[in-house]
């Protein structure tokens, strides 16, 4: 058997990601045929579901399952579904209904209520896990960038990442940026420490960078409004600390509430503290690929 997958994308590197990582445990377990499809505009999506446009994707082979991750690919999966048949499976809280989708998969920190179509996962879908390939005294920082649930301080990142240096000597310290690290902040920070630690931007290293460089960094740094982050560096076994930024709502108090609790992570305006070890035999990404095809296909 051959299963017919259509992955709806958006352009954002996060999310297409989060939907790589699953395709592939799921194109380990079971055949697959992968069809990569980018979101139409919002016209064209309404002009696809009266049927009235000339829709390459009727070309294809018939859907089993369409993937989607990210707000604006939501209608579109759902006309893929209208038009062509197959499961809709979209990865995090959606703003739509939940009802119109077949299955979402999603993080418990967006305190869904127990529904059948709801697949929920210790924290976004990624595929890492603890290879136990820690190079000792290697260290790396993860930096975010404005988001709507911190409030976002150039200075005060600058300031906790010049501590970082000084207080961490004898580690061999990376920085990594994403898409949401502001131009300036970069710049002014490569003025500063680009001759004490080696800066990578988001734009300038391969798809795969940071998988790679998690496994082998024994610590780490994160900011705060960097959930997904934070999932592969806790994944990977590295000892996490979060820098600290002020929020704007409670919408992950709990989560860094009860990680911090658990001695799972340190944060950087909090008492430090001896980090548990964590382990997990399989990653989220593998555990939900399992789901979906025990729920739909087997």
Known sequence: MKLNIWLIL???RGHEKQIEDLVFFINKKIRTNIKKIKKSNSLN???NFLRIRNDPCKYLSRPDLIIAA???THLDALQKKYCYGGKVIILMKPTLPTILFDLIIAPLHDKFSSQKNIYLTSGPVNKIINKKK???NKGLIMIGGPSKNFNWSSKK???EILKIIKNNRQIKLTLGTSRRTPDNFVKRLFAKVSNHIDIKTHNNV???WLEKEVEKSEFSWVTQDSISMLYDLLNSG???TCISLMPKNKKFFNLYENLYLNKRINITNRKFQNLETYNIDKSNA????EYILDKFIR
């Open 157 to 159: 990142i600058e300031d």
């Open 70 to 72: 990210g707000h604006q």
């Open 206 to 208: 391969s798809s795969n």
């Open 45 to 47: 999506t309404f002009l």
């Open 134 to 136: 820690q190079k000792k």
């Open 10 to 12: 958006d352009g954002k």
């Open 286 to 289: 593998e555990l939900s690929a």
């Open 238 to 240: 590295s000892k996490v």
